[in-house]
């Protein structure tokens, strides 16, 4: 019998605070927007709250640019509000998970202001310096968002190595006084009371020193192969460990970029000691060609599955995973996965059973509650991630047809995701009473919180009972994930066994009916749980879900 976690047991949910609630008219949302919908949290049935960065940053990439880990962002609020939100949410039987992002700061942050002045800085060997070669950088290595991923320093002539950013330098974990600086950050936050890290890009902390060129041509390649699961990644984590998650009650879940199946229990296998679950990320990339998300390829539903299956089988009984079908990095679930024309709601309820019936801790992103979907942008500047931003000059600058590039956008860039929560048919659609910092979807009359909440038939309540259904349903929690019949259009048939528990899930990922095999379809009055359909028919409608009890 696999070992019993409550964090095994939770559903998260993850607020991108900027975009969550605003409550000062600085069309920033802030932690007493978040505090003032804790109750609504509540009301869902999350158990788990992650927050993306709320520290100090100058915000070149929303906050994964840290230039204080002790403070508060004033965006965001102070210390005595992020308090109050612990409390809040403490007091509602809800843990809070906040982002570490540890494999680089802000060019801001102190330690960089100081290893920048000299090369004999105490500070200096907190980062990553390397003289160039004849005028260029020491190799060829891509930055994620675009450009080298070394920038030349004036003051010294040396180049320091920034994965993402000029403006995010990446720490030196070769430096033993980096590492035990992490640990001090992360006890600040533990012995505040929080409950554990999303731990943003971790399999990154570790680098290949020989910094030799890279030949691989496919970034999703280089991310894993040269940037991903360097040579002292375990014995770091293993060293955190130790020093730090050891001590408390608490979680912690990589941001598993560019870590392979095959090495999935080397980062959360129970008796390795690093981490507790990850989030993969091989449905995020489905869509990605060689050169990224800018480079979207077709793919197929039977591959989505497939994906989930594979990493079922490669953390076995030893080891957990995340499950998530968005985040702050990717478009909307409902537009990416699903539909969001005539099927959006069957298809967001149809996500929704996804991501409750398979094994490992679900993760609800903002607003796929409600079924947001992308947001239609139609200039270049009303994009604000920096991601998105360079590309686009990049492609400027080659010559690039610049009006298929934000076509692409339109269906790839991470803003989708980051356009402010929908709570109400309301200006700014109750988000702010300001000038809000991103474009607000202007579908907010029809798609919103404030109806849905008041509609019994709607995504949310359609949430709302998957979430029930889950947490009380040991089978769905650990029961291993038997899968009996999938297809390249989206038909899903598989079950979930723990001892004589046993559920049958019947999806329809796609836009057309199609007819279950066999008759051997469970009693209709097993179903405890449907999106609209009929229990009783073969025929599943278009975006269809059904969970069944069986005995
Ligand atoms: O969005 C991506 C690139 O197209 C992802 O590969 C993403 O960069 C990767 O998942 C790392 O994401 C995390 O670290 C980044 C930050 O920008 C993301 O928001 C964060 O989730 C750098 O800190
Ligand atoms: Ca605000």
């Known amino acids: 019998m696999m070992k019993k976690s409550w964090w095994k047991e939770g559903v998260i949910y993850q607020i991108y605070p900027r975009s969550f609630k605003d409550t ?22 999350i158990t788990i709250l992650w927050l993306s960065p709320v520290y100090a940053s100058p915000n070149a990439d929303n906050g994964y640019d840290i230039s204080d880990y002790y403070q508060i962002h004033p965006d965001f609020g102070t210390m005595a509000d992020f308090e109050r939100l612990l409390a809040a949410a403490h007091k509602r039987g809800i843990r809070l998970v906040m982002d570490l992002v540890v494999n680089h700061t802000s060019d801001e942050h102190p330690w960089f202001a100081a290893a920048r002045k000299s090369k004999d800085n105490p500070y200096r060997d907190y980062y990553i310096w390397r003289s160039g070669k004849h005028g260029a950088p020491p190799n060829n290595w891509p930055s994620f968002f675009g450009g080298d991923a070394w920038t030349r320093d004036p003051v010294t002539g040396e180049y320091y190595l920034h994965l993402f950013t000029p403006k995010q330098p990446d720490l ?51 991310i894993e192969k040269v940037y991903a699961n360097g040579p002292r990644v375990h014995e770091f984590l293993q060293e955190m460990h130790r020093e730090v998650m050891a001590h408390y009650d608490m979680t912690t879940i990589a941001e598993g970029v560019g870590i392979p199946p095959e090495q999935a229990l080397d980062y959360v296998g129970a008796a390795r000691q690093e981490i507790d679950m990850l989030f993969h990320f091989g449905h995020m990339f489905i869509d990605h060609g060689p050169a990224g998300r800018m480079d979207p390829r077709p793919w197929d539903k039977s591959t989505l599955f497939n994906i989930f299956l ?11 995973t995340c499950l998530y079908l968005g985040n702050h990095d990717f478009p909307r679930q409902v537009s990416r996965f699903g539909n969001d024309g005539p099927y959006r709601e069957a298809a967001a309820k149809c996500l929704a059973t996804l991501l409750m019936t398979l094994r490992g801790t679900p993760s609800v992103y903002q607003g796929d509650e409600i079924g947001m979907p992308n947001t239609p942008f139609s200039h270049v500047e009303e994009y604000r991630d920096i991601e998105l931003l360079n590309f686009y000059r990049e492609a400027q600058a080659a010559g690039k047809d610049l009006k298929a590039f934000l076509e692409a956008a339109q269906t790839q860039a991470r803003d989708h995701a980051r356009t402010p929560f929908l709570w109400e048919d309301a200006p700014q659609g109750g988000f702010t009473a300001g000038t809000p910092w991103i474009k ?42 038997v899968p009996l019949w999938v297809s390249e259009e989206g038909g899903y048939v598989y079950e979930r066994h723990l001892e004589d528990e046993k559920f049958r899930i019947y999806l329809n990922m796609g836009d057309n009916p199609w007819k279950a095999a066999g008759a051997e379809l469970p009693p209709h009055n097993a179903c405890v749980l449907t999106n609209g359909g009929d229990p009783a028919s073969l025929i599943m409608q278009p975006w269809e879900a059904r969970v069944y009890t069986l005995k």
């Open 24 to 45: 000062n008219g600085d069309g920033i949302g802030d932690l007493p927007g978040i505090i003032e919908k804790m109750d609504y949290l509540a009301e869902l049935g």
């Open 172 to 222: 030196n974990w070769e430096n033993p006084r980096v590492r035990q600086e992490v640990y001090r950050l992360m006890r600040f936050w533990l012995d505040k009371g929080v409950d554990g890290f999303r731990m943003d890009v971790i399999p990154l902390i570790s680098k290949r020193t020989d910094f030799e060129d890279t030949q691989l041509a496919d970034f999703r390649d280089i």
């Open 310 to 320: 594979t990493w079922d089988r490669a953390v076995g009984a030893s080891g957990w």
């Open 440 to 481: 607000v979807h202007p579908d907010y009359p029809r798609i919103n919180a404030a109806s849905q909440m008041s509609d019994p038939g709607s995504i949310w309540h359609f949430y709302r009972r998957v979430i029930q259904l889950r947490r009380q349903t040991p089978a769905l929690i650990y029961g291993a994930l």
